[in-house]
Nanobody, 122 residues
Framework: QVQLVESGGGLVQAGGSLRLSCAAS????????MGWFRQCPGKEREFVAT????????LYKNSVKGRFTISRDNAKNTVYLQMNSLTPEDTAVYYC???????????????WGQGTQVTVSS
């Protein structure tokens, strides 16, 4: 089992920044890929970013490229999502996920956190 706990969400004005963290515990060695997804009310949960086991491979949703950065610190079993130049369209609940390989498809991730709310005001 792998447990994931997100933190760092909150309310920020448009143009501002937030850094989300996701702390993993349990059998983390079996979950080499980490991802961030987000979900707005009434919408499907969508891919945001993913990273492989050593940070050498990352992939982003087109609309966040150049604004968001995913990174990880394996010594701390933590993955981060640095979000800059936020817009109201980034408002959502952000979820951390763990899986065997980096992927954009949410069904390929085996473990999920509870989510953290990000609200961007205009």
């Amino acid at each position: 089992q792998v447990q994931l706990v997100e933190s760092g969400g909150g309310l920020v004005q448009a143009g501002g920044s937030l850094r989300l963290s996701c702390a993993a515990s349990g059998r983390t060695s079996s979950m080499s890929a980490m991802g961030w997804f987000r979900q707005c009310p009434g919408k499907e949960r969508e891919f945001v970013a993913t990273i492989n086991w050593n940070g050498g491979y990352t992939l982003y949703k087109n609309s966040v490229k150049g604004r968001f950065t995913i990174s990880r610190d394996n010594a701390k079993n933590t993955v981060y999502l640095q979000m800059n130049s936020l817009t109201p369209e980034d408002t959502a609940v952000y979820y951390c996920a763990a899986g065997a390989t980096p992927a954009v498809v949410r069904t390929l991730y085996e473990y999920w956190g509870q989510g953290t709310q990000v609200t961007v005001s205009s």
